[in-house]
């Protein structure tokens, strides 16, 4: 049984700094993992992801703002936000998919809110 647990979620005024973690159980055949959110009333859309070979990908509004990384020993990701606006806010989700079946999991969410 995979799960996906997340933290550092919060509040933080426009233009501040949050740190999101997430750690992988159950497998250690984990591919690419990432994080994607959704704002209340709209659709679930990419943040960012890395592949296990640090390649990254990130989704136009956060461009220049967020940095992923990922540690392959403990099977974690880190999205690093900076200067953010009240535009992120919504629920983050850690994300991955396993290497071979491509199954997918997804974390439970953590709340970020910017105010402004």
């Known amino acids: 049984q995979v799960q996906l647990v997340e933290s550092g979620g919060g509040l933080v005024q426009a233009g501040g700094s949050l740190t999101l973690s997430c750690t992988a159980s159950g497998s250690i055949f984990i591919g690419a993992m990432g994080w994607y959110r959704q704002a209340p009333g709209k659709q679930r859309e990419l943040v960012a992801t890395?592949?296990?070979?640090?390649?990254?990908n990130y989704g136009e509004p956060v461009k220049g703002r967020f940095f992923i990384s990922r540690d392959n020993a403990k099977i974690a990701v880190h999205l690093q936000m900076n200067t953010l606006k009240p535009e992120d806010t919504g629920v983050y989700y850690c994300?991955?998919?396993?290497?071979?079946?491509?199954?997918?999991?997804w974390g439970q969410g953590t709340q970020v809110t910017v105010s402004s």
């Open positions: 890395v592949g296990r070979d640090g390649t990254t």
């Open positions: 994300h991955g998919r396993h290497v071979w079946t491509r199954e997918e999991y």
